[in-house]
């Protein structure tokens, strides 16, 4: 993996904190537990975990080769990162890492999602973020159930349905 890789994956994120401190607080309700591959166990490791293990030295250096506006906002979502409690961290790790672990096209999906969840009006992220919370404490089959219930084609877009539909693989 390499250093630049590692450090643009660190921007993702900032997908946990699009979704606010609510979100991560609720911790993992229901589903399969995500394996997180540390030093010296098998199994892919993340580039956020590659990230984390280079020595401070060598993370600056990662830092300093990106282009100073993109540095200087990674360096700013780190600090924010790096200010959250412990519990909030690794919610947002865990969430990396789901994001992860999905198939290239519905990483770039959700990343896509994230992007027009960014540009929808501070209400209407409001209203989608509080939907995502409440479909995270649903089995599977109920979110199914919920993304196709009338009440849910009635109180979001055909945009933001799509926003919903491409962010549930994140969920826990």
């Known amino acids: 993996m390499s250093c630049r890789g590692s450090i643009l994956a660190l921007g993702a994120l900032s997908v946990g ?11 993992r309700r229901a589903g399969p537990r995500l394996k997180n591959p540390r030093i010296g166990e098998k199994g892919p490791r993340t580039p956020i975990q590659e990230f984390e293990t280079m020595p401070p030295e ?27 409690p412990e ?8 969430l990396y890492n789901r994001l992860h672990q999905l198939p290239p096209d519905r990483q770039n999906s959700v990343r896509k ?13 409001q209203a989608i973020r509080e939907e995502l919370r409440g479909m995270a404490a649903l089995p599977p089959q109920q979110r199914r ?3 196709e219930s009338p009440e849910f084609r009635s109180r979001f877009s055909k945009k933001e349905q799509e926003v919903l539909r491409d962010m549930t693989p994140l969920l826990p």
């Open 17 to 27: 904190l699009l979704l606010g401190p609510p979100a991560l607080a609720q911790g």
């Open 87 to 94: 519990g909030q961290r690794r919610a947002l790790t865990n």
């Open 145 to 147: 159930e919920r993304l």
């Open 113 to 125: 999602a994230i992007n027009r969840l960014s540009e929808q009006a501070p209400g209407r992220q």
């Open 58 to 84: 060598e993370q600056q250096r990662a830092l300093n080769r990106l282009p100073p506006a993109q540095r200087q906002k990674l360096q700013e979502r780190l600090d924010r990162f790096n200010q959250l």
